[in-house]
């Protein structure tokens, strides 16, 4: 089963506005990983988040880390159609670099 | 950043042919390099890791001997999809990880098609 579960599913938003998804996981981790996926293409890699972070900005990306709560946000501030893409986390677990994914926020922002 | 590629980008083959799909490592070496499976609509499923100069590391469910998995460099993978299926229609993505800083480079994907 998956490590982490992205919420919600699927977003739909207009262009210039903020998107938050989260991702709940079950286990301690080493660290959390956010990538973007658009249709049909490999992932690209958005932020890193130890485990001993609370959080990190990458531009327009807010990450967000609660270990008590076993949950992180990203959020997309002023969106724009391209951030039009899949979103998913991914943990690493205690002592492993490996990351296991996530089903998914799919994002939709509207021109 | 590491840059990853795979070839071929997509492919369409017949039900019982087997398939190769490469993945490279341009600009660093790998001795490690990951294959992960992705169903539309999907996540991307972890099927196995790939070590150089030893055996390929295979997840629960993988079919090891359907699935077969070279890493005969420091720089390429290679995925081979033997006797190949409709079910086995899928998306797959290769991954090379950067173990100072836990970051993996993916590859742009393969999609195959079986028909």
């Known amino acids: 089963s998956q490590q982490g579960e992205e919420d919600p599913q699927a977003l739909s938003i207009q262009e210039g506005e903020n998107a938050t998804m989260n991702c709940s996981y079950k286990t301690s981790i080493n660290n959390l990983q956010w990538y973007r996926q658009n249709s049909g293409r490999g992932l690209v890699h958005l932020i890193l988040?130890?485990?001993?972070?609370r959080e990190k900005h990458s531009g327009r990306l807010r990450v967000t880390l609660d270990t008590s709560k076993k949950s992180s946000s990203l959020l997309i501030t002023a969106s724009r159609a391209a951030d039009t893409a899949s979103y998913f986390c991914a943990t690493a677990l205690g002592g492993s670099y490996i990351p296991t994914f996530g089903r998914g926020t799919s994002l939709i922002v509207h021109p | 950043g590491a840059v990853v590629s795979q070839h071929p980008s997509w492919v369409i083959c017949k039900s019982g042919t087997s398939v190769k799909i490469e993945c490279r490592s341009l600009d660093f070496q790998a001795t490690t390099m990951f294959w992960y499976r992705q169903f539309p609509k999907q996540s991307l499923m972890l099927m196995a890791t790939?070590?150089?100069?030893?055996?390929?590391?295979?997840e629960q469910g993988v079919e090891k001997d359907k699935f077969l998995i070279n890493h005969a460099s420091l720089t390429l993978s290679t995925l081979t999809v033997t006797s190949a299926h409709p079910e086995d229609s899928s998306f797959y993505i290769c991954?090379?990880?950067?173990?100072?800083?836990?970051?993996?480079?993916f590859g742009p994907g393969t999609r195959l098609t079986v028909t």
């Open positions: 988040i130890r485990s001993n972070e």
């Open positions: 991954s090379a990880p950067d173990r100072d800083n836990y970051e993996q480079y």
């Open positions: 790939s070590n150089e100069g030893s055996k390929a590391t295979y």
